[in-house]
């Protein structure tokens, strides 16, 4: 069975489309109608007309005027916000393609079925499939879910697994080619769903075919990639006709066993390993991933990516599905709110809770860096102990600790059982005791957060990197290897690779060294801190005021820093004018002396015009000697003007 599906969107611009090579034309209905009403009597004789049939399994048509109008509508979008579909049969390939194209109105399921008779290939048939009227039709066709779009092609049945959106429905070739390093960097960051790689001789290889079969099975819900390219290969460690698996958010791949494979043997592989530890719930298979089978530890997590909380709690999802990968009873689904705004509410219903407030913060984020690096732990246990977070016998406990890293461990471990007051008093305490850590923890998270907004906003890159570098935050090699890069995302891309390295003091620097390099984005990107700083309180509806008080004390302060390095570049720039202008009064001085000597001479030498003789040649040559320092001074007076 060799089929693929192929969906993407293509902009409507103006209205106009355009077909190959033909002249830009606007598709309008004929009022033709091509779409076929399936039922008992007709559906067998009109599928055989069609290599390929696209169904529309809809709820029944009420018999009220505004029943049937809703059913008008949906017939004409399709359920598809205003999408309609043009599909394109090969006979040359068994293979064929679906593109949906939005327009600002509402394209027809008539008009879909329309466009293809402006091609040769009649192989294509859209028809409709009532649930009430047409039952025995969908059971014979084997229709179960109302509401979906069945295709059926090869005697094989597709079903549309994902949310009715037009960006969802951008799907590709089942097996992406990696050509050059540019794609390799993409294939690598793509690290939210399921691929696997595969290295092959060409496109013609019977491995590669077997390969690509493999795809069209689990095709769009799992990404495959291959390249023919040997130095691709070698530095994805694959070895002819080898395939590698990634699961979501794993670092090192699998490779498959016992190359070459089989279609079977790879599909057999995917379907043991299809179920990943942590995987991220997309709008194109939520439905597939909500239904899962959830035995054994089914954790729903949701964070924001783009939010700071949001962040670290996914690092943490991240580091526990790496130490339990092994674990095929734990299942980790992480949903991003921001993709699904409209199931907000149900969620917060559903499991009762809050997803407007984070549920993580600073002190659980940054609980290793606080062990490693606090010092002041006594002080802070013992301002714990008077505000009455800690008892005598755990505050005595505690400062008995041989070390500073053993007395935080400790107090946060008796912290844990405080819930949000003991986290907040703690945070309090580490801004008057340990300003500067925990400042730099915050700028640390903060840079990961916006890390997105960063690569496409900072220009400044290589100074960015020089700076790093010679502040010590980052080696000589690391430098390079950002500036090797081209365009600036690409070295910023490079520069947080970088970052993964090390721990939060290069972190840090990085957002301190925006200051100095890209002083107006430093700004913005301060200015948004103050507002999230501004957390209204549900109760009595007050802004607090101390935090955003300190935020704004600091982006003042390093204002004023701004300014003052500006005043201190204004007068280095003022010396530097008063120089050049002392210099070009000392050339005009000697070159005023030697028009003088000139001068003198050359009246001395007409005066005792008698007395020497000159011969033509020599006084030609002192004629042109002063005509040419008399052009030098209007060249000098010409540039001074």
């Keep these: 069975m060799k089929w693929g599906v192929w969906l993407g969107i293509v902009l409507l611009t103006c209205g106009i489309l355009c077909w190959g090579v033909k002249v830009l034309d606007i598709p309008e209905y004929d009022g033709k109608d091509r779409v076929h009403q399936l039922t008992i009597k007709n559906y067998r004789a009109v599928m055989k007309k069609y290599d390929v049939m696209v169904i529309y399994y809809h709820k029944a048509v009420g018999e009220n005027r505004m029943a049937k109008k809703q059913f008008e509508v949906e017939e004409l979008a399709l359920e598809l916000l205003e999408l309609f579909c043009w599909l394109s049969y090969s006979k040359e390939s068994p293979n064929f393609s679906l593109q949906l194209l939005t327009s600002p109105a509402a394209l027809t399921y008539q008009l879909a079925a329309q466009v293809l008779d402006d091609f040769e290939d009649e192989d294509i048939g859209f028809g409709l499939v009532d649930s009430k009227k047409n039952v025995a039709v969908a059971k014979k066709l084997g229709l179960d879910e109302v509401d979906s779009i069945y295709i059926f092609a090869d005697d094989e049945i597709i079903e549309y697994d994902g949310e009715m959106a037009a960006e969802t429905l951008v799907i590709e ?10 794609e390799l960097r993409g294939f690598h960051n793509l690290d939210e769903d399921i691929k696997l790689v595969g290295y092959f001789k060409n496109d013609h290889s019977r491995h590669f075919t077997e390969y690509d079969d493999a795809a069209e099975e689990f095709h769009p819900f799992i990404k495959f990639f291959a390249t023919f390219s040997p130095k691709i290969a070698h530095k994805l460690k694959l070895e002819m006709n080898e395939v590698d698996f990634y699961e979501p958010f794993m670092k090192e791949p699998i ?6 494979y089989s279609e079977e043997e790879i599909v057999e592989f995917i379907e043991e390993h ?15 991933t909500w239904e899962d089978d959830i035995n054994g530890q089914h954790i729903v997590a949701f964070a924001e990516e783009s939010d700071p909380d949001g962040f670290e709690f996914l690092e943490i999802l991240k580091e526990v599905a790496r130490e339990n990968t092994e674990n095929p009873e734990l299942s980790i689904i992480w949903i991003d709110p921001d993709d699904f705004p409209l199931l907000v509410p149900y969620w917060e219903n559903t499991f009762g809770i809050d997803l407007s407030s984070p549920q993580i913060d ?7 860096e606080l062990v490693e690096r606090v010092n002041e732990t006594r002080r802070i246990c013992k301002a714990l102990l008077n505000q009455g977070l800690l008892s005598e016998d755990k505050y005595t406990a505690i400062v008995a600790c041989p070390s500073s890293q053993e007395r935080m461990k400790q107090l946060l471990h008796v912290l844990s059982c405080k819930g949000q007051q003991g986290k907040e008093a703690l945070y309090r305490l580490l801004l008057e005791h340990e300003p500067e850590l ?12 916006v890390r997105q907004r960063l690569i496409e906003l900072v220009r400044q890159v290589e100074p960015l990197a020089n700076r790093m570098f ?12 950002v500036c090797e890069e081209e365009a600036s995302e690409a070295r910023m891309h490079a520069l947080f690779r970088v970052l993964e390295k090390h721990g939060i003091k290069q972190s840090a620097g990085l957002y301190n060294t925006l200051f100095y390099c890209e002083p107006l984005l430093h700004r913005e990107l301060e200015k948004d801190r103050v507002l999230q700083m501004c957390e209204i309180n549900k109760g009595d509806q007050l802004i607090h005021e101390d935090k955003l008080e300190d935020k704004w004390k600091e982006l003042e302060s390093k204002e004023k820093l701004l300014e003052k390095e500006k ?4 007068k280095k720039w003022d010396i530097l004018e008063k120089q050049q202008a002392e210099m070009e009064e000392e050339r005009k001085q000697v070159l005023k002396m030697k028009q003088e000597n000139f001068r003198k001479n050359w009246n001395e030498i007409k005066e005792n015009g008698n007395s020497s003789f000159h011969t033509g040649q020599e006084e030609q040559r002192v004629t042109e000697q002063w005509e040419q320092l008399s052009f030098s001074k209007f060249l000098f007076h010409s540039t001074d003007f």
């Design 173 to 182: 070739e089942p097996v992406e080619i990696i050509h050059n390093d540019r």
């Design 438 to 449: 925990t400042l730099q923890m915050e700028h640390a998270l903060y840079v990961h957060a």
């Design 255 to 260: 490779a498959i066993p016992g190359r070459p």
């Design 470 to 481: 010679n502040q010590g935050l980052i080696t000589e090699e690391e430098y390079f290897q």
């Design 567 to 570: 005043k201190e570049l204004r």
């Design 362 to 368: 600073f002190i659980v984020s940054c609980k290793d």
């Design 274 to 288: 299809e179920r990943p530890t942590l995987r991220k719930l997309e709008p194109h298979s939520m439905y597939e």
